[in-house]
């Protein structure tokens, strides 16, 4: 994963660079590096994209709550059409 991808992953989670780094368990100043370019270990990378992947299951799966939510309560609302005389 280059500084880019790493960057667009974090944003595409919502996530700022503590947050993130709240997750991985590293510093934010590590994100901050790694988005501006520099090389991450292997250790620390694999961190990284782990809390990536947690956090996109975790939004995933609250979209997916939402959306039956959704479908549910407009399964139960009564729509009335008023009838033109």
């Not at 700022?16 to 790694?34: C, D, W």
């Amino acid at each position: 994963m280059n500084s880019k991808q790493l960057k667009a992953a974090r944003e595409a989670c919502a996530l700022s660079q503590y947050e993130l780094a709240e997750i991985a368990g590293v510093s934010r100043s590590t994100i901050a590096f790694a988005e501006r370019g520099l090389e991450l270990s292997e250790t620390t990378l694999g961190k990284v994209t782990a809390a990536l992947s947690a956090a996109l299951v975790s939004q995933t799966k609250a979209v997916a709550k939402a959306k039956r939510s959704v479908s549910k309560a407009a399964a139960n609302t009564a729509v009335e059409v008023p009838t033109v005389a």
